[in-house]
């Protein structure tokens, strides 16, 4: 997969982009990531890239012109891009980024990040130039760098080999998969199905009187899968009951939410 990212910092990646997942991936080849700096594209003495935006207001905007013209040297305007190829722009308006999201992105061959700036983008950015807007949360940033490095690393860990074991991917939180039977995998555990992720223990059994629960040590898979599912739909519950609208939920599920609901009750 390639990535390519503008952006008018293009040292604030050496950090993100140099560590863990991200980088292994690189070194495999399983992803190539560019980053372009939105200043190249200017013809100015001052590299300009914003200007005050049309009927007043406070702050400055990216300027379209730079950034077209950035875009049209990668080759990826909508009418020469391929329908595996696709521009984001990163932009507080956008729709909201999840993990479905991130699976979509994962399977194209080419993904390019527009990061935004100041009080925005030039609308014809968004209207002409990118195929869709994402915003990482309902919270503003100074700029799309962030959410991009944000982006790149949900999307990286989907390719296949990024992550050693890929099984874990779908046992992670808000991830969409039914829940893994006997023959997908160990039945200690289970997936996700949309909801949080069910808790994790290591050694010391015990610390500082802080004890890992029973179960986990019993050797019973069946018992550990059910804790296990019981826990994740206990902690969506309180943490984030919103996702219970969409998860996928078995009747045993529905089974342990009730008396999981009835003893909050």
């Known amino acids: 997969m390639k990535i390519d990212i503008v952006t008018i910092f293009p040292d604030f990646f050496r950090g993100p982009l140099d560590y863990g997942i991200v980088r292994r991936a690189g070194e495999a080849g399983l992803v190539k990531i560019e980053v372009h700096d939105l200043r190249a594209f200017t013809h100015d003495r001052h590299r300009t890239v914003d200007d005050r935006p049309f009927g007043g207001g406070e702050g400055m905007v990216l300027k379209p012109e730079p950034i077209f013209e950035c875009i049209e040297a990668l080759g990826l305007t909508k009418s020469q891009q391929h329908v595996s190829e696709q521009v984001v722009l990163l932009s507080a308006q956008g729709r909201r ?18 990061c935004g700036r100041y009080e925005g983008v030039d609308e014809r950015v968004g209207q002409y130039l990118a195929d869709e807007e994402f915003s990482i949360g309902d919270y503003v940033l100074s700029g799309g760098e962030l959410g991009a490095a944000v982006i790149v690393d949900c999307v990286t860990r ?26 997908d995998g160990p039945d200690s555990t289970c997936g996700s199905g949309g909801l949080l992720d069910y808790p994790h223990y290591t050694r010391p059994a015990e610390f500082r009187g802080m004890a890992v629960p029973e179960v986990l040590a019993s050797g019973n898979h069946e018992q550990i899968r059910r804790w296990r599912r019981r826990s994740a739909l206990e902690k969506t519950w309180r943490n984030r009951p ?10 045993e599920d529905q089974e342990l939410l009730a008396h999981i609901q009835a003893n909050e009750i």
């Open 97 to 114: 980024f999840n993990q479905a999201a991130a699976a979509e992105l994962a399977s194209l061959e080419r993904l390019v990040l527009i």
């Open 158 to 183: 989907l390719i296949p080999g990024a992550v050693g074991n890929e099984a874990s991917t779908r046992q992670e939180s808000f991830t969409a998969h039914d829940t893994v039977s006997v023959a």
């Open 242 to 251: 919103d996702l219970l609208q969409t998860a996928v939920l078995s009747d």
